[in-house]
């Protein structure tokens, strides 16, 4: 890239605090910026490296006045360097036009304006691809699927029959939308399948992460709202509802037909049994097991999950037990000898 | 689906209560049921529901005298209704006739009748595929496997070689059969690769969910029991053992070498460490890190598992922590003053 | 196999106690040995079972006086062991020569001598293959990637564009290396997608699992050390870096930007928070959960993680704690009694 930071403010509507001129030729992250790259600083508790770093320019929130770095002022930062990085930054190669020879397109499929298909995909019949969708190299998408517009699919992706992407929908490598749910009807030592004929609903702006595999419902179906970001390597069971533009991090899992609300965070390793409900905003720490409902705006840590700060406290409580039990043998000691003191002194 | 109550119930072998001539349209849970559609109550606890459905007709264990909905007296309502949504339900296209042109069948394949193979789906040299299987699109089946009769491989498995499945197995999207076990001999501060030699059997009527991993053993072989059922995102490493009729839970973990028995239960989340032995119908709760030998019917949680009772018990007396700090405290301060007081007497 | 234990003594350079005539045929461990079979033993607490081993002929470290099955005398016996697996053992098929018809290749691509590429195969433009790779069908390779000599990638492996692996790199089943990072800017409620531009390199003698999932970086690179090996359905974030010759065992999660040293071994499940360092040789044990930065040789367990001991502590003080609370309920009575007593002597 070859870009002034006068044309980068420009194009970002920010103020820049030093030198307009001062050309820009890479992206980086403050502490490994070298000259010549752009930054970013969005945490204040970093702001001491804007005296430190060799970028060339930082995008911040308010000028500071010591830094001798050239700063672009932005309302956000890291949303900012988004844009730059999107707009300047390395380009993928461009997809190749049009759908690749060795693709297998069903019977009855209906393609959009500008779809991409790259070399062995397969879509099933009675699809519907949607205008802009990059269907990339070994993305499986089975019978009967609608895909929204803008949507990006991954190699090795498996979409199942009948599942709905809405518009603008980044699936991931490997993952898995619309396997069947676990669900078996245990009858004389026998666990017999129970069908699971339900589809999952994928909202508008979704992103799902690699080996994520969401489970399609008994019946009825699964659902993800518009503008929920799913990480790695998470397990959705069977009737999940997830709210919009909730965060569920690496690792989670989540058991059948819970129910998220809105702008829920789940953060890696925790996880839900089947059947709750929780509250929009809830907060869940790494690591946490939820095993019952949780109001909105709950915040909770730990397994059996509890609210964060009685959490933080038993954590402070369980380091100091070597410390009570010597306590209590100590006040064991004492009442003994006082005890006896007093059966003498009656005596 | 266009049906009469008394056409299931004959295809159920059930008793109507209720008319016998009402038109069932849809199949749905007592909660989401619409007008026409029929659902199940298997679970007591939501016998009230009955009174609120709007469902056409319900499969009960035993009649409501106050419901004033259709009910159908089946012995497992929950099986019972497994059966109708198979016979009645929405059924999935059927997977076209024959080996598609598209896939790769290695040297010496022995394939039985009726087996359907789709596109890209590549066989290795001399495996053999029993009959009725259903091998999906870019499925993977590795040199010198034996599958039984009438399995369902679905698009994106991986069966690495010389692993054999018995009839009627299915194995759900991105899951990989046979992978290396996790072994190395660590010498002058290098981690040299141990071959792992040995294979993966896995028995009849098995369900492995997607992106579920089994590796295959250092030498000799891994097992799955018949009727066991194991859900997404599970690791089973090498050489472990399990019994038949188990239920593995999604992102269960099992290291090297254990041995789980007959009808054991892991929850969601849960896992063992390697070379333990845990007895039959042992249950180990969502989230349990087992650590040692389980007898049989053992039921635990935590992590160091332990009794269940006694893990419940022990997060009761963790929350209760403060109050016991706050009590030993107190009885500090009272004993300092006997101690005085006692002290000042006899002064 | 047919070789006699002599011969098998000289490959190793060992020495044989016992007849070297013996006829070797097989291959098993110590329990499940056959009389024909050659084993080892790497753990002297198995030294009983040399007395009752039906097998042929083991390796060991120290020969047994009172063992009567033959020995050969070597270093390290697991080691010497992995060695006679791979020279006598049974070997897979070898993959067919070249490349592979269906193998779709892009324009710029170098192929160094020796490179065996499977069916369906795709290997992106710009890309660099190593000498003496084997590129498994179904293996999807990105643009502008760099494969170093004698790789082995697995069926369904995805690597993303412009990410490197050294030599001798082995990557297992549906494993995804380069998925885009975890990473968004809220704006009014609205996650934005920070484009994840960065890459992974990977070092020589890398070892990854089925379905584990390494991020690329936001920008730069997220890194995995030489000799380092990971299990299955692991979980890299972007930006992690991981040292050489650490062992990051199945269903871990490392968030993003944390650095592990040399020789780490994170057990099975557990995790790290994100922008930590972790020092060399440091051990996590199963399931620990790790918040806070490790020097170097720290030994942690439980979550959140403490020093090992610690925690072992703390597990036997928690569970004494149904007796300490009746200690101190025992305690307030003889108090109270005590302090009646004493009063009712002041009377």
Same mark, same amino acid.
């Given at each position: ?11 970002? /509507? ?13 992206? @980086? ?61 390395? +380009? ?6 049009? #759908?690749?020879?060795?693709? %297998? ?19 099933? *019949? ?16 089975? *019978? ?8 990006? #699919? ?22 898995? #939308? ?19 004929? /339900?589809?999952?609903? #994928? !909202?508008?702006? %979704?992103?799902? /992460? ?14 993800? /709202? ?47 049994? !089947?059947?709750? @409900?929780?509250?929009?905003?809830? %907060? ?61 002194? +009656?005596?």
């Amino acid at each position: 890239m070859q870009v002034t930071v006068g044309e980068i403010a420009t194009f970002l /509507g920010g103020q820049v605090v030093g030198d307009e001129q001062r050309l820009i030729t890479g992206i @980086s992250s403050l502490a490994e910026a070298a000259d010549g790259d752009i930054s970013f600083l969005a945490n204040p508790r970093y702001e001491p490296m804007l005296e430190e770093t060799s970028a060339a320019a930082v995008l911040v929130a308010k000028a500071s006045a010591s830094a001798r770095v050239v700063q672009i002022v932005v309302d956000h930062p890291d949303f900012a360097f988004a844009k730059v990085v999107q707009q300047y930054g390395p +380009q993928p190669r461009p997809m190749a036009v049009g #759908i690749h020879p060795t693709a %297998v397109i069903g019977e009855g499929v209906e393609i959009g304006e500008d779809v991409r298909i790259g070399a062995y995909a397969v879509v099933g *019949d009675g699809t519907r691809i949607g205008a802009g969708c990059r269907i990339f190299p070994h993305a499986v998408i089975g *019978d009967d699927c609608w895909l929204g517009e803008a949507c990006i #699919i991954h190699p090795h992706v498996t979409v199942r029959e009948r599942c709905q992407l809405g518009h603008r929908v980044t699936i991931h490598s490997s993952a898995v #939308i619309g396997c069947d749910g676990f669900g078996y009807a245990s009858v004389a030592g026998v666990h017999h399948k129970i069908p699971q004929v /339900g589809v999952v609903i #994928i !909202g508008d702006d %979704v992103e799902i /992460g690699s080996c994520t595999t969401i489970d399609r419902a008994r019946f009825g179906k699964t659902v993800i /709202g518009s503008g929920t970001k799913i990480d790695n390597l998470v397990q959705i069971a069977h009737n999940v509802e997830i709210g919009e533009h909730c965060i569920i991090v690496a690792q989670v899992g989540i058991a059948g037909s819970t129910t998220l609300g809105k702008y829920v965070t789940m953060a890696g390793k925790s996880s839900a049994v !089947g059947h709750l @409900s929780i509250g929009d905003q809830s %907060v869940i720490a790494a690591g946490a097991g939820v095993t019952k409902n949780l109001p909105p705006k709950a915040v909770v840590a730990g397994a059996p999950a509890q609210d964060i700060k009685s959490h933080h406290a038993q954590v402070v409580y369980q380091r100091r037990m070597p410390r009570l039990q010597a306590t209590v043998k100590e006040l064991e000691r004492r009442l003994a000898e006082l005890e006896q003191r007093v059966k003498d002194n +009656q005596a």
